[in-house]
Protein backbone atom coordinates (compact mmCIF):
# COMPACT_ATOMS: atom_id res chain seq x y z
CA UNK A 1 0.00 0.00 0.00
CA UNK A 2 1.32 3.14 -1.14
CA UNK A 3 1.85 5.73 1.77
CA UNK A 4 -1.23 8.59 1.31
CA UNK A 5 -0.48 12.53 0.40
CA UNK A 6 -0.91 13.32 3.98
CA UNK A 7 1.72 10.65 4.81
CA UNK A 8 3.91 11.82 2.56
CA UNK A 9 3.35 15.44 3.20
CA UNK A 10 3.97 15.31 7.21
CA UNK A 11 7.28 13.12 5.95
CA UNK A 12 8.22 16.15 3.32
CA UNK A 13 7.99 18.68 6.03
CA UNK A 14 9.48 16.73 8.79
CA UNK A 15 13.12 16.31 6.03
CA UNK A 16 13.17 19.85 5.70
CA UNK A 17 12.94 20.56 9.53
CA UNK A 18 15.71 18.20 9.91
CA UNK A 19 17.98 19.25 7.10
CA UNK A 20 16.84 23.40 8.89
CA UNK A 21 17.40 22.63 11.83
CA UNK A 22 20.38 19.43 12.37
CA UNK A 23 23.16 22.69 12.06
CA UNK A 24 21.09 24.03 15.18
CA UNK A 25 21.80 20.87 17.36
CA UNK A 26 25.26 21.51 18.53
CA UNK A 27 26.41 25.00 20.21
CA UNK A 28 29.51 24.80 17.09
CA UNK A 29 27.13 24.38 14.46
CA UNK A 30 24.28 26.57 16.21
CA UNK A 31 27.22 29.44 16.17
CA UNK A 32 27.90 28.99 12.31
CA UNK A 33 24.49 28.92 11.28
CA UNK A 34 23.64 32.14 13.06
CA UNK A 35 26.86 33.51 12.23
CA UNK A 36 25.66 32.60 8.21
CA UNK A 37 22.04 34.24 9.01
CA UNK A 38 23.99 37.44 10.32
CA UNK A 39 26.15 37.30 6.89
CA UNK A 40 23.07 36.80 4.53
CA UNK A 41 21.45 39.80 6.18
CA UNK A 42 23.97 42.27 6.08
CA UNK A 43 24.92 40.82 2.29
CA UNK A 44 21.47 41.80 1.20
CA UNK A 45 21.09 44.70 3.52
CA UNK A 46 17.81 43.07 4.61
CA UNK A 47 15.99 45.39 7.21
CA UNK A 48 15.74 44.96 10.83
CA UNK A 49 18.29 44.12 13.57
CA UNK A 50 21.45 41.36 12.26
CA UNK A 51 21.56 38.90 14.32
CA UNK A 52 23.76 39.73 17.53
CA UNK A 53 26.65 37.78 18.84
CA UNK A 54 25.65 34.91 21.11
CA UNK A 55 26.96 34.30 24.60
CA UNK A 56 27.38 30.61 25.06
CA UNK A 57 23.95 30.51 27.22
CA UNK A 58 22.67 31.75 24.24
CA UNK A 59 24.17 29.26 22.38
CA UNK A 60 22.86 26.00 24.69
CA UNK A 61 19.13 27.27 24.31
CA UNK A 62 19.62 27.57 20.22
CA UNK A 63 21.15 23.97 20.56
CA UNK A 64 18.85 22.65 23.37
CA UNK A 65 15.49 23.65 21.17
CA UNK A 66 17.40 22.07 18.37
CA UNK A 67 18.27 19.03 19.47
CA UNK A 68 14.24 19.03 19.75
CA UNK A 69 13.52 19.91 16.45
CA UNK A 70 15.59 17.13 14.96
CA UNK A 71 14.01 14.45 17.26
CA UNK A 72 10.71 15.92 16.51
CA UNK A 73 11.18 15.59 12.78
CA UNK A 74 12.82 12.02 13.52
CA UNK A 75 9.80 11.02 14.79
CA UNK A 76 7.63 12.57 11.85
CA UNK A 77 9.66 10.68 9.20
CA UNK A 78 9.22 7.68 11.30
CA UNK A 79 5.91 7.65 11.78
CA UNK A 80 4.25 9.94 9.08
CA UNK A 81 0.30 9.57 11.42
CA UNK A 82 -2.23 11.60 10.59
CA UNK A 83 -1.73 12.96 14.38
CA UNK A 84 1.59 13.91 14.43
CA UNK A 85 1.03 15.75 11.25
CA UNK A 86 -2.35 17.65 13.36
CA UNK A 87 0.27 18.53 16.45
CA UNK A 88 2.77 19.84 13.76
CA UNK A 89 0.45 21.77 11.88
CA UNK A 90 -0.57 23.44 15.36
CA UNK A 91 2.80 23.95 15.81
CA UNK A 92 3.98 25.75 13.01
CA UNK A 93 1.47 27.94 13.15
CA UNK A 94 2.57 28.88 17.10
CA UNK A 95 5.84 29.17 15.54
CA UNK A 96 4.99 31.29 12.49
CA UNK A 97 2.98 33.54 15.25
CA UNK A 98 5.78 34.18 16.77
CA UNK A 99 8.11 34.55 14.21
CA UNK A 100 5.72 37.42 12.95
CA UNK A 101 5.57 38.81 15.97
CA UNK A 102 9.59 38.77 16.02
CA UNK A 103 9.66 40.73 12.56
CA UNK A 104 6.92 42.92 14.04
CA UNK A 105 9.53 44.15 16.65
CA UNK A 106 12.09 44.72 14.21
CA UNK A 107 13.98 41.66 14.08
CA UNK A 108 16.09 40.76 11.03
CA UNK A 109 13.81 39.84 7.62
CA UNK A 110 16.27 36.42 7.49
CA UNK A 111 13.06 34.87 9.21
CA UNK A 112 10.81 35.56 6.44
CA UNK A 113 12.32 32.71 4.45
CA UNK A 114 11.58 30.49 7.31
CA UNK A 115 8.31 31.88 7.56
CA UNK A 116 7.21 31.36 4.28
CA UNK A 117 7.77 27.61 5.08
CA UNK A 118 6.38 27.14 8.40
CA UNK A 119 3.30 28.45 6.26
CA UNK A 120 3.57 26.54 3.66
CA UNK A 121 3.72 23.50 6.12
CA UNK A 122 1.27 24.55 7.90
CA UNK A 123 -1.65 24.91 4.98
CA UNK A 124 -0.46 22.06 3.23
CA UNK A 125 -0.51 19.88 6.00
CA UNK A 126 -3.83 21.83 7.61
CA UNK A 127 -5.45 21.48 4.38
CA UNK A 128 -4.68 17.68 3.89
CA UNK A 129 -5.87 16.99 7.36
CA UNK A 130 -9.69 18.76 6.75
CA UNK A 131 -9.59 16.63 3.54
CA UNK A 132 -9.10 13.73 5.29
CA UNK A 133 -11.49 14.03 8.06
CA UNK A 134 -14.03 14.60 5.77
CA UNK A 135 -13.93 11.71 3.73
CA UNK A 136 -13.91 10.12 7.34
CA UNK A 137 -16.89 11.17 8.54
CA UNK A 138 -18.51 10.89 4.43
CA UNK A 139 -17.86 7.29 4.65
CA UNK A 140 -19.04 7.33 8.53
CA UNK A 141 -22.25 8.74 6.90
CA UNK A 142 -22.48 6.66 3.87
CA UNK A 143 -22.28 9.53 1.77
Do not use: K, N
Not at 124 to 138: E, K, N, S
Amino acid sequence: MSPSLLQRAVRGFAVYDLVVTLPFATPWTAGAMLGVMRWVHEGLALGGEAMPAFASVHLFFVALFGVLAVIWALVRILQPTALHGAIDTVGRGLVASWMVLALMQGATQVLGAFLVMEAAGMFVQGALLLGARRRVAAAATGT
